[in-house]
């Protein structure tokens, strides 16, 4: 038998490995080293897949099963977003403090990466043969670049030869004491993104000398009105079950009160009426607005570089985000139009090898793009699982808010289900991909303990 490894000092372990990606790609090989040694002390096989960038690497894992159905397969990014200004603490310490693992990437995702690791462990160790074989891609690049798994299928096709997926996706949510778990979502769908650069113009003079309208000060009015659109509440088929599922959960009255307005709600100014109290009513508003319709962030701006130069121009970035049944690319793109016309110019960003009419068409495809069965085993596996270790707590289907580089696999039509295994608090939530990312001890122990059973149901 191999080494014997705690969920949370693995998940320390990893934290402390700085795989920050900043648009280049991660120094991923760290970790890919660790995981790999774990594995292969156990006669595993393995196999690493190096990027062009060097020290940028994915790893393959395959446990092997009986091979009465194709293999399951568990994705999990080993990078981690860089770190942006508002830290109280080193983001690469891992240190666990007042019950939390802390650090950048304990939450999103080595926490769910150790996890899946040692739950995975004790199913071998245990001598557990699975009915199928159990992969385990730890992949690079998900958080940007160009050699994440998309590329990795590119290079070796033979990678997209399983049955289903199972990534990061829907959240665990605890109840308003911020501890008590209440509602248990897998995602089985999610949002696409999308792009828009919205810009303005006016006269370039010396900044001594300013005009009475410059680019900035445009562009600063632009963003207000951008900052108060309000897009359409859309309720998506799985949301809508998601939110039935809400309401059977929380034990607050008023949120249950808002969301049977929701669900009962006909018309579009019900619906929007109904939504804003739902977000109102709700513990996690951010989360619950962009599970009711398709959202707009603004994510990078250009203008100025001189200070004695007014700029002739200036641009804000917006990142969009699409729920599947819920409003099109172009709805949005016609609402952002009208909201900024007749004072600024909107774009379509899209990669350097599409034009314009190509990423709008690749982003239709992805918004029609089917959602995977709840009645599929996967699905079944979980639910099973979380009445194990969660007695009692309701479990919903839901639209994965963000996205996963599940992706390539999606286009397949291969079946893929998300799920973050560890009951989270608004405060946790948000700290995702922001300042002082943690995850709570108990959460991490309670996640691999949900993964074994979940992977138990495949070694009967």
């Not at 998601?242 to 607050?252: M, N, S, V």
């Not at 709600?265 to 709700?282: H, I, K, M, N």
């Not at 250009?302 to 172009?330: C, D, I, Y």
Request: aromatic share 6%; with cysteine; proline share 6%.
């Amino acid at each position: 038998m191999g080494e014997t490894v705690d969920v949370v000092d693995l998940a320390a372990e990893l934290v402390r490995m700085d795989t920050s990606h900043q648009g280049e790609g991660g120094l991923t090989l760290p970790v890919v080293e660790r995981l790999e040694a774990l594995w292969s002390s156990r006669g595993v096989e393995t196999r690493q897949f190096p990027t062009p960038k060097e020290g940028n690497t994915h790893l393959w894992v395959r446990i092997a099963g009986r091979g009465a159905a194709p293999p399951l397969m568990f994705l999990c990014h080993t990078d981690v977003v860089g770190v942006q200004p508002g830290w109280t603490e080193d983001p690469f310490a891992g240190e666990v403090r007042e019950g939390y693992l802390r650090g950048r990437g304990a939450l999103d995702m080595k926490g769910m990466v150790a996890a899946v690791t040692t739950a995975c462990l004790r199913l071998v160790d245990d001598g557990a043969v699975p009915d199928r074989d159990l992969v385990l891609l730890y992949d690079c690049d998900e958080e940007g670049g160009w050699h994440g798994t998309s590329w990795l299928l590119e290079q070796h096709p033979e990678l997209a030869n399983v049955g289903a997926v199972v990534t990061e996706g829907g959240w665990a949510l605890c109840g308003s004491d911020g501890r008590t778990p209440m509602l248990a979502s897998m995602s089985c769908a999610e949002r696409t993104f999308g792009a828009l650069r919205v810009s303005t113009v006016a006269m370039a003079t010396h900044s001594s000398r300013p005009m009475p309208r410059s680019a900035i000060g445009a562009l600063a009015s632009i963003i207000t009105r951008l900052e108060r659109l309000e897009l359409p509440v859309r309720l998506a088929p799985l949301n809508r079950k998601y939110f039935e599922c809400l309401g059977e959960a929380t034990a607050d009255p008023e949120l249950a009160d808002a969301v049977t307005e929701l669900l009962a709600a006909g018309t579009q100014p019900e619906l929007d009426a109904a939504g804003r109290r739902v977000v109102t009513a709700s513990g996690y508003p951010a989360l619950h607005n962009a599970l009711l319709r398709s959202t707009l962030a603004f994510v990078a701006t250009e203008g100025g570089k001189r200070a004695n130069v007014v700029p002739s121009a200036a641009s804000v970035l917006l990142q969009l985000r699409f729920t599947p049944g819920g409003s099109s690319p172009a709805e949005v793109i016609d609402l952002v139009r009208e909201c900024v016309r007749p004072d600024a110019d909107v774009a379509v960003v899209g990669p350097p090898w599409e034009n314009e009419a190509e990423t709008l068409a690749r982003w239709q495809r992805e918004w029609t793009a089917p959602h995977s069965s709840t009645g599929h085993e996967v699905f079944a596996a979980w639910q099973h699982a979380i009445a194990e270790v969660h007695p009692g707590v309701v479990t919903a289907p839901v639209v994965f808010e963000g996205g996963t580089s599940a992706k390539p696999w999606r286009e397949k039509g291969i079946p893929v289900f998300g799920i973050y295994p560890y009951f989270v608090d608004d405060g946790t939530l948000t700290a995702m991909h922001g300042a002082d990312e943690r995850v709570r001890v108990d959460e991490l122990r309670c996640a691999e303990d949900l993964l074994h059973g979940m992977l138990a149901r495949f070694c009967r």
